[in-house]
């Protein structure tokens, strides 16, 4: 099943599960969203419960933070990164900080779904990779899926959370193919999980990233490199288990991710397997990211997001210490 | 979804292309009385030429040479009117489908594709001269109209505007959508205009839907009267008629550069096309409606406004022409668009040497320089 059709199943789930279940966003009814993620659920669910709102992030947000507090549980659609920051001062100042304001007589289960990272091809603003925004703020919970059974099981248990989930789909996976066992779930929403087995180098990834750490790491096997390969899924709380584990073993690791590297994801983690780690380290942790510049023209992008070459180069780097 | 019979509505040419003006359009008149045969029939060539450079990029688009294309299609008439309006000293912020407005004013329309086709996030600067002050496409929605409104806050201090030389005051318009009307931006901006009497025009395309979203989810009063609310006298005006558009564009921005603080137009359009290329309006419309709107078509109702004046058929095979040659142009210079130097992913991050971005431009040249030795 493509992975946006395992959301759109993990949505109708949930939707039929709990009547307090909402969908609002822009387009999301009779268009089914841009990238056709809600596609049907308006058709079986009503327009009471899938909403196509006015084109408002601002009150999209704040009008789901009341939602919640009158017992519903929205799932906002934001529809591509760059639109999520009209919002962004409900999400951090208001979204984040209600329980702990309300000293917990308050519970904030929003979810807010975000189209992020490139390869698409894209015009401006419709490719980004906001995710430390919201992963350096308090309150937030932020995951992001990299398969079509975790986008099942992840929109679901995100749903069900007491608090806020930034939900975040790598849209480059949107019609990627992969097996649904919607008879259990796999791990909880904020586990993170080794994909690959290997013993030389570890290399951590999240999202789009999951792939082209896979695919460097069948390079790397071809030379006669054994990477393993963790997904870090939830990129607030971090699960760092797998990661310290695997970093034990191999004694390198390398970060890769499609955002700036510069106060990035890849920085925390590396900062904490270096204090966790330290003596099982044999060299330094690296960061390979998308440079520090604005996410370029399309045309560009090929250059300025990291692939699986860029992931070897960093690789070898390690291996040389 | 039909324009409002209401009385206050400005229409001056029918659907049919007769002379039929509403109560509302009657102070306008000596307005359009005033236009040369010239001024008419160049109203109704950059309807023509710029629809038909508007169909080629759409071509284009289809076939991979851009990324994206947001058709203009059944949009000529409000763009036309309102950008004929503006004195070339004015300044003019369009959102992302106002390739109508950008073209009149001497945006070459490549620098548009170059945007569309992933080469450029910009594309053109708006303070050369040839660019008539027109600015950069804004695609996050409204963005657009608090920049505008600061440009206008300028001008007023800077004293360029309500010296009662309407030659040489600046105004300043702005471009937005029925979907972006929503937008907390667009509030913010109006009152800031309202309060600081900026010399701006709020001009509002109402083309009835935001992709698949009509217009009455925006809005359950007629869009104009949101800037009554806020204290900016605003009108509703077909815009298909090119010539009322015209007129009561000329007009507010007119008013507003004398120093009679900001106005708001709300032009009743219809987007004709899908909402870009990568939409499908047939989820979410008929095509009776779409038929009623083709029915009211800006082009065709100038047209037979001119013939009716005795337009002659020379006058409109040489109008096609144009579009035809514009359109070719445009093919070829498309066609041979050269990618970009990797280098500009760092180009103008800062205006000052930044550290990291020099350590990077670095990094990535030692890197490529690499595999360029490797033979393997
Ligand atoms: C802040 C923001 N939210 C969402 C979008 C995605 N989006 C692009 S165009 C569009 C509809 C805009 O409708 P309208 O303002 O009526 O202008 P039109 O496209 O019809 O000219 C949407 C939702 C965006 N560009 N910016």
Redesign the pocket.
């Known amino acids: 099943m493509p992975f946006s059709r395992a959301l759109n199943a993990g949505l109708r789930k949930a939707l039929a599960d709990s009547d307090r279940v909402l969908l609002m966003g ?2 999301i009814g009779k268009l089914g969203g ?1 990238f056709r993620v809600t596609e049907g659920l308006q058709a079986e669910f009503g327009e009471r419960r899938v909403l196509d709102t006015p ?3 601002s009150a999209i947000i704040g009008t789901a933070i009341g939602l919640a507090m009158g017992g519903f549980r929205p799932v906002c659609e ?3 990164d ?2 999520v ?2 919002g962004f001062d409900q999400i951090t100042s208001q979204l984040a900080k209600l329980t702990y304001r309300h000293e917990g007589a308050l519970q904030m289960p929003v979810v807010i779904r975000i189209p992020y990272g490139g390869h698409i091809g894209a015009v401006e ?2 490719q980004e990779s906001p995710e430390a925004y919201f992963t350096h703020t308090p309150g937030l919970r932020v995951v992001s899926p990299s398969t079509p059974n975790d986008a099942y099981w992840m929109i679901q248990d995100a749903i069900s959370s007491p608090d806020p989930v930034i939900f975040l789909e790598p849209k480059s996976r949107y019609w990627q193919k992969g097996e649904v066992d919607a008879s259990a779930r796999a791990l909880p929403l904020h586990a993170s999980r080794v994909v690959r087995r290997g013993t030389d180098v570890t290399i951590v990834a999240h999202g789009a990233m999951v792939a082209t750490a896979l695919q460097a790491a069948a390079l790397a096997e071809a030379e006669g490199t054994s990477c393993e390969v963790v997904d870090l899924r939830s990129l607030s709380p971090i699960d760092y288990g797998p990661i310290l584990d695997s970093v034990r073993r191999t004694g390198r690791m390398v970060y890769a991710q499609e955002a700036s590297g510069f106060t990035s994801l890849g920085s925390e983690v590396a900062a904490t397997v270096m204090e966790r780690a330290f003596y099982s380290l044999e060299a330094p942790v690296l960061r390979v990211s998308g440079f520090d510049t604005p996410f370029p023209p399309a045309k560009l992008e090929g250059i300025f997001l990291p692939d699986a070459d860029r992931i070897l180069e960093a690789v070898d780097r390690t291996l040389a210490y | 979804m039909t324009p409002s019979e209401d009385t206050s509505l400005v229409r001056v040419l029918a659907a049919d292309g007769s002379l039929a003006p509403t109560a509302a359009a009657e102070r306008y008149l000596p307005l359009i009385d005033a236009l040369a045969e010239s001024e008419l029939e160049t109203f109704y060539r950059d309807m023509v030429v710029i629809r038909a450079f508007d169909r080629e990029a759409t071509n284009l688009q289809r076939q991979g040479q851009l990324a994206l294309w ?1 058709p203009s299609l059944g ?1 000529e008439a409000a763009q036309v009117g309102s950008a004929r309006a503006a004195r070339p000293q004015d300044h003019l912020f369009p ?3 106002e390739h109508v407005v950008c073209t009149i004013r001497g945006v070459d329309p490549v620098d548009i594709i170059r945007v569309m086709r992933g080469l450029t996030h910009g594309g053109w600067n708006p303070f050369d001269p040839k660019n008539g002050n027109t600015h950069v496409y804004t ?5 657009q109209t608090p920049h505008s409104t600061g440009l206008a806050m300028g001008i007023t201090l800077d004293g360029r505007s309500g010296t009662g030389d309407l030659e040489r005051d600046e105004a300043v318009i702005v471009y ?8 907390g ?1 667009v509030h913010e901006s109006m009152v800031f205009a309202a309060s600081y009497q900026t010399p701006q025009v709020f001009f509002l ?7 698949s ?1 009509p ?1 009455s989810t ?1 809005s359950r009063s007629p869009l104009y009267l949101r800037g009554e609310g806020i204290g900016i006298p605003s009108v509703q005006v077909d815009g298909n008629d090119v010539l009322a558009s015209y007129a009561v564009s000329k007009v507010a921005l007119d008013e507003a550069r004398a120093g009679g603080g900001p106005r708001a137009i709300e032009a009743l359009t219809y ?1 004709m096309g899908a ?2 290329t990568s939409d499908d309006p047939t989820k979410y419309r008929t095509s009776d409606e779409e038929r009623s709107w083709a029915e009211r078509d800006p082009i065709e109702r100038m047209r037979v406004f001119l013939r009716g004046r005795g337009a002659s058929d020379a006058f409109f095979a040489d109008v096609e022409a144009e579009g035809r040659a514009l359109a070719e142009d445009v093919r070829t210079r498309t066609t041979a668009l050269e990618t970009i130097p990797a280098d500009l992913i760092f180009s103008n991050v800062y205006s000052d040497p930044h550290p990291l971005v020099d350590e990077q431009r670095a990094w990535l040249a030692g890197y490529e320089a690499s595999f360029e030795e490797d033979p393997s």
Do not use: K
């Open positions: 822009e387009d841009v084109l408002a992030e934001i529809q591509f760059g639109f920051f009209p603003h419709h | 947001p949009q959102s992302y489908r695609l996050v929605l409204g963005a937005y959508g029925d979907g972006a009307s929503s937008q931006d395309q109402n083309n009835q839907w935001a992709i979203v217009v925006q987007r909402h870009t």
